[in-house]
């Protein structure tokens, strides 16, 4: 043991210390490089670069952000967090042109960009972003007009409706790939609580062939026309609109009072290809009116809403290619009259499905699973069996609302 009692940090392999130095956050990395040579050299190391988070230092600037980009980014970054400056006093600009051909450069790897309360009205067009990226996070920004436009004069919007993705389509045809923004390669987008969102900026996603996940939440200016108009249908030209869209999100939980656009209505247009769905908030109740036509769905989640289990039973009954319907914090009304599968003789298919699990005892292969042992109402797993049998049921927080009277 007393060999050990003169040891410091230097007599540990470079590996651990790398190992130690990543459960540090960013400004304390930078602190930690001043402290000798030998630190210098392993905070610059790439394996701690990878997945940088900057939305918990207070204060970053344009010039902190060069700063980390000249001494300590480059190859081995994935993924980066950035806050910035809209909710600040001070203002000014945060995001600069320069800076982000400058990252692309020097980070040809990046494929995750996360940007929270920034201000990128100042930018011209999407295009500028790294090509490199999959997926793009923007939470609380604000957003240019014509930020996901071809080129940063954006036709008008009666003209894109359906021109936009065949122009698109033909330029990659022929060769023109390099010039075309389709080279990004952007597959998730995920707007959280961006207002500045319209139907004029879902319109120009529909030359994005690589978008399989799109996520809106909060968007409140998205009008069920917008979706419609942006559906994956079948055209003159092939399917037109987010034909490679398999997932899709919407959510309205916001303020309260605002009058609301069902922007979920649009989802009857049908949506060819769409095999994942997430409602949540008050868009679930026009969202499942409208479900029933989205024939190619397989999974589809609710969350943050009210239901009834008679709503429920009659949005799902046309889904037969549903192979997974989640709960997430879902508040189920009482039962005012017994429940009715359509079509399925009511109580007395209930009675048929119960002497069917006495007499055969564990059918989880055959029939509804429910992974959650906490199954607020067992009817309803009952009356989904029936419509569904191939489809597992998932309850996570799941309530019963308490009638008074």
């Known amino acids: 043991m007393d060999e050990f009692k003169d040891s410091n940090l230097d007599y540990f392999p470079e590996n651990i210390l790398i190992d130690v130095l990543s459960y540090l956050s960013v400004r304390e990395l930078v602190r930690a490089g001043r402290v000798c040579k030998r630190w210098k050299r392993l905070v610059k190391d790439q394996r701690l670069w990878r997945h940088v988070d900057l939305t918990a230092w207070k204060g970053v600037t344009s010039r902190i952000l060069w700063l980390?980009?000249?001494?300590?980014?480059?190859?081995?970054l994935?993924?980066?967090?950035?806050?910035?400056?809209?909710?600040?006093?001070?203002?000014?600009t945060f995001l600069s042109e320069s800076w982000l051909k400058a990252l692309s450069t020097k980070c040809p790897r990046l494929s995750k960009l996360y940007l929270l309360h920034a201000d990128l009205r100042s930018l011209p067009t999407y295009q500028i972003l790294p090509p490199s990226l999959k997926v793009l996070e923007l939470h609380g920004c604000e957003l240019p007009r014509e930020f996901f436009s071809l080129t940063p004069a954006s036709p008008a919007p009666s003209q894109a409706t359906s021109s936009v993705g065949a122009q698109q389509q033909r330029k990659d045809k022929k060769g023109k790939g390099p010039s075309s923004p389709s080279v990004i390669g952007?597959?998730?987008?995920?707007?959280?609580?961006v207002p500045s969102f319209t139907d004029q900026h879902l319109l120009s996603l529909t030359s994005w062939e690589r978008l399989s996940r799109l996520e809106l939440k909060d968007t409140f200016r998205v009008t069920a026309n917008g979706l419609r108009s942006c559906a994956a249908k079948d055209g003159a030209c092939g399917v037109e609109g987010l034909s490679g869209l398999k997932f899709l999100e919407i959510g309205i939980t916001g303020?309260?009072?605002?009058?609301?656009?069902?922007?979920?209505?649009?989802?009857?247009?049908?949506?060819?290809?769409?095999?994942?769905?997430?409602?949540?908030g008050k868009e679930v109740g026009p969202g499942l009116l409208c479900a029933s036509r989205l024939k190619d769905l397989k999974c589809l989640c609710l969350w943050a809403c009210t239901l009834s289990e008679m709503q429920i039973v009659r949005s799902c009954r046309m889904l037969r290619g549903l192979r997974q319907l989640e709960f997430l914090n879902v508040v189920f009304q009482p039962r005012q009259c017994p429940p009715m599968a359509e079509g399925e003789g009511g109580a007395g298919a209930e009675e048929e499905q119960d002497n069917e699990e006495a007499a055969g005892g564990d059918n989880s292969n055959d029939e509804n699973k429910v992974l959650d042992t906490n199954d607020p109402i067992p009817s309803l797993r009952r009356a989904l069996a029936a419509l569904l049998p191939s489809c597992t049921l998932v309850f996570t927080n799941c309530t019963v609302q308490i009638n008074t009277d």
């Open 68 to 76: 980390l980009l000249r001494q300590y980014l480059g190859c081995g």
């Open 186 to 193: 952007i597959e998730r987008l995920v707007l959280n609580n």
């Open 255 to 280: 303020r309260q009072g605002y009058q609301l656009q069902m922007a979920s209505l649009g989802l009857g247009a049908g949506w060819l290809g769409l095999e994942e769905l997430s409602l949540g």
């Open 78 to 92: 994935r993924s980066i967090r950035l806050r910035g400056l809209l909710l600040s006093a001070r203002g000014g």
